[in-house]
C-alpha cells in the first residue's frame, strides 16, 4: 500500500474512533446522570474507556485517549 493510501487509512480509523466515543459519551450520558447536583463523572468516563477498549483493543495511548473523551465531550456539550 503506497505512503497516501496508509494515511487515508489512518485517518479512517482515527475518524471511526472518535465517532464511536462520541456515540459512547451520549450512551454514559443517559446511562449516569447527573441527579439532585450528584456529579457522575467518574462511572461516565470509566463506562466509555471500558467501551472503547472493548471495541479497539490495539489502543494503548491512555492520554490520547482522554483526550479524544475530553473533546468529545466537548464537542457534545457545545451542541446543546
Do not use: M, W
Not at 446522570?33 to 471495541?55: M, R, S
Request: proline fraction near 1%.
Amino acid at each position: 500500500i503506497g505512503i497516501v493510501a496508509k494515511k487515508i487509512c489512518a485517518k479512517l480509523k482515527e475518524t471511526r474512533l472518535y465517532d464511536f466515543i462520541k456515540e459512547a459519551v451520549k450512551a454514559a450520558e443517559q446511562l449516569f446522570p447527573n441527579v439532585d447536583g450528584v456529579q457522575t463523572g467518574t462511572e461516565k468516563y470509566k463506562y466509555v474507556v471500558q467501551q472503547v477498549l472493548a471495541h479497539f483493543s490495539g489502543l494503548t495511548d491512555n492520554e490520547y485517549l482522554q483526550a479524544l473523551i475530553e473533546g468529545a465531550v466537548y464537542s457534545l456539550n457545545n451542541e446543546l
